[in-house]
């Protein structure tokens, strides 16, 4: 999808441990960064206990991600793109947190709206539901319309949100489906999976990014 939208795709190195020289040259080197799919953060890093709910945890993944990531936003004014769990590291390296389950959300807002965002059935398909993107929003400018359909394939779903960044869509349910920053700079992140839906708001998304990737 980087490709195709114009820019050049670059796999970071997962240094088991970086040093801030590290995260300097790749951040100088770099235009923008995406913050891609995956298993679940180690819950350590907003404050909570793992438990039986996080599944695929890497420790190695979450120190690089959650390190550079910070580094990255505090020390660049380029852009970020996250990408469902890139969604989610966003949101916790920026002093936000997590359900650890959609089953938390359920009991803790007590609403008649249940709707599935988990992969089910045998070949672990991913879900479909709506989105309501909320204006104003950089996310709306982006994609120009206010109810898009979208896939779904995660468990955890954020609760609250960094005060650094504002909801920009929500589910039918009232799931945070997408975050972008306070301010002019281009910090997005979306809960579904772009990569994923040939369509044009999919192109839109990642188009956005690398034209805010190349601005200097
Ligand atoms: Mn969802």
């Given at each position: 999808?980087i490709y195709s939208a114009g820019g050049i795709p670059v ?122 993107i909320l204006k104003p929003s950089k996310l709306f400018d ?14 955890q779903i954020v609760n609250i949100i960094s005060n650094r ?52």
């Amino acid at each position: 999808m980087i490709y195709s939208a114009g820019g050049i795709p670059v796999l970071l190195p997962n240094i088991e441990k970086p040093n801030e020289k590290l995260f300097c040259e790749i951040a100088h080197n770099i235009d923008g960064l995406l913050l891609s799919g995956g298993g679940d953060i180690s819950p350590e890093y907003y404050g909570k206990k793992l438990s039986s709910y996080e599944k695929g945890v890497s420790p190695r993944r979450d120190f690089f991600e959650f390190h550079f990531g910070k580094y990255f936003i505090e020390n660049t004014e380029k852009p970020v793109l996250g990408v469902c769990r890139g969604h989610q590291v966003l949101n916790v390296i920026l002093g936000g947190d997590l359900y650890q389950d959609i089953a938390e959300m359920w009991n803790s807002k007590k609403q008649i709206v249940k709707i599935e965002h988990r992969r089910h059935g045998e070949k672990e398909k991913r879900s479909w539901h709506k989105v309501r993107i909320l204006k104003p929003s950089k996310l709306f400018d982006i994609l120009g319309c206010q109810i898009i359909i979208v896939n779904s394939s995660h468990h955890q779903i954020v609760n609250i949100i960094s005060n650094r960044l504002k909801i920009s869509a929500i589910g039918p349910d009232e799931a945070n489906e997408a975050l972008e920053f306070n301010g002019e700079r281009f910090i997005l992140s979306i809960q579904w999976h772009p990569e994923s839906i040939d369509n044009e708001y999919s192109k839109k998304i990642f188009s956005a990014f690398v034209e805010a990737s190349m601005i200097k």
